[in-house]
């Protein structure tokens, strides 16, 4: 069974920039597709971004295209959110998740990180 373990969330100002980093635990990491996930205060958890298995595709919610980028080293065993021009409204607490199908499917992910705080200020 694969472990995912996020870092990198922390205060910053609007306008900054944040690189988030989810490392998995076992040897078939490139086997999965990993997405961030985002959960504000008092809201659902949404999709943020996902990346397939070895790195090929990519897709992104509509209000982080342009400015979130997602990556994977398979090598590290390490997923990527690089986060540039964050707004408040980017406050969360962000998790990374892992599935063996591309596309992902929010509802059947196999495992989930406990999350990491970003908190953008005004």
């Known amino acids: 069974q694969v472990q995912l373990v996020e870092s990198g969330g922390g205060l910053v100002q609007a306008g900054g920039s944040l690189r988030l980093s989810c490392a998995a635990s076992?040897?078939?990491?490139?086997?999965?597709?990993v997405g961030w996930f985002r959960q504000a205060p008092g809201k659902e958890r949404v999709f943020v971004a996902a990346v397939s298995g070895r790195g090929g595709y990519t897709s992104y919610a509509g209000s982080v295209k342009g400015r979130f980028t997602i990556s994977r080293d398979n090598a590290a065993n390490t997923v990527y959110l690089q986060m540039n021009s964050l707004r408040p409204e980017d406050t969360a607490v962000y998790y990374c998740a892992g599935d063996r199908n591309w596309p992902i499917d929010y509802y059947g992910m196999d495992f989930w990180g406990k999350g990491t705080l970003v908190t953008v200020s005004s």
């Open positions: 076992g040897r078939t990491f490139s086997s999965y597709a």
